[in-house]
């Protein structure tokens, strides 16, 4: 991505690239001092004063990734570009059985709002919690346990999308494959993100590059384990760390007894 579809995308007016980093006032409130960081591999951007964040697409325009944003019809639209979900979900606030099965898996009422989890009217998505992944793309999960466990949208991918994803607000990262695994460790205070299953893709490798730390910390059945071995040989010309669970992350009861391993090729696995 150049430097300029970001520019023009974004409609930045002052600005500074520092690195695959452009620095500017946010296109999206009024400020003074620079506060708004794109980043030029990924296309991602972040405004550390306002809080808006989501994704440049040189194809598509902007894309948002705070449904709570737009489901308020954003203020900031800067022009045209700006896609919003078709009304054919009719997405609402959850209910009380909805928000019943999330505080069941330990998810917090802020945790709920901070992701703005919603449900859809739409018959095909009946009792599932809808959970954003960018402003075009979402999941929704089965509360009753029907199949599939999780159902997507058609702007829906898992190699070209990654939840939960932020730079420059955070130097590391927890990376887990599934979006409660990354949800459940936000709220307890560590940043994540989730690569929506278990294979690395190289969109997911360009957008953890823009941390300093990276922390695998996968499902702890078979299949997790073995996509750790992958991601962290993908990964191992960065600062990478992992640990081998016995569970999800989202069953972790203390953080702090988790056994966290630096990556080194030339030692065996545990």
């Not at 989501?54 to 019809?73: A, M, P, R």
């Not at 998810?107 to 954003?132: D, M, W």
Request: aromatic residues 14%; charged residues 25%; hydrophobic residues 35%.
């Amino acid at each position: 991505m150049q430097v300029s579809d970001i520019v023009s995308k974004l409609n930045l007016s002052k600005y500074k690239v520092k690195g695959n980093e452009i620095e500017a006032l946010c296109p999206f409130h009024v400020e003074q001092r620079p506060s708004f960081y794109a980043n030029i591999i990924t296309g991602l951007y972040y405004c550390h004063a306002c809080g808006v964040k989501g994704h440049v697409d040189v194809t598509q325009g902007i894309t948002f990734e705070n449904y709570s944003d737009l489901l308020n019809e954003l203020e900031f639209k800067t022009d045209n570009t700006i896609k919003f979900v078709p009304e054919e979900f009719n997405f609402c606030e959850l209910d009380e059985h909805h928000k019943k099965y999330l505080l069941g898996r330990g998810i917090e009422e802020k945790t709920i709002r901070n992701f703005g989890l919603c449900q859809s009217k739409h018959r095909r998505f009946a009792y599932r919690v809808v959970v954003p992944i960018t402003q075009t793309a979402f999941t929704a999960r089965s509360i009753i346990n029907a199949y599939p466990k999780f159902l997507h949208n058609t702007h829906f991918s898992s190699k070209n999308n990654i939840f939960n994803a932020t730079f420059g607000l955070f130097d590391e990262v927890y990376v887990t494959e599934g979006v409660f695994d990354a949800m459940y460790l936000w709220q307890n205070g560590h940043p994540s993100v989730a690569i929506l299953g278990c294979y690395l893709s190289k969109y997911h490798q360009d957008v953890l590059s823009c941390y300093k730390r990276i922390i695998f910390l996968f499902d702890g059945d078979e299949t997790g384990r073995k996509a750790t071995y992958d991601a962290l040989e993908k990964m191992s010309g960065f600062n990478v760390y992992y640990s081998l669970l016995s569970c999800d992350p989202d069953c972790i009861q203390d953080f702090n007894k988790i056994k966290i391993l630096k990556y080194d090729k030339n030692l065996m696995f545990e």
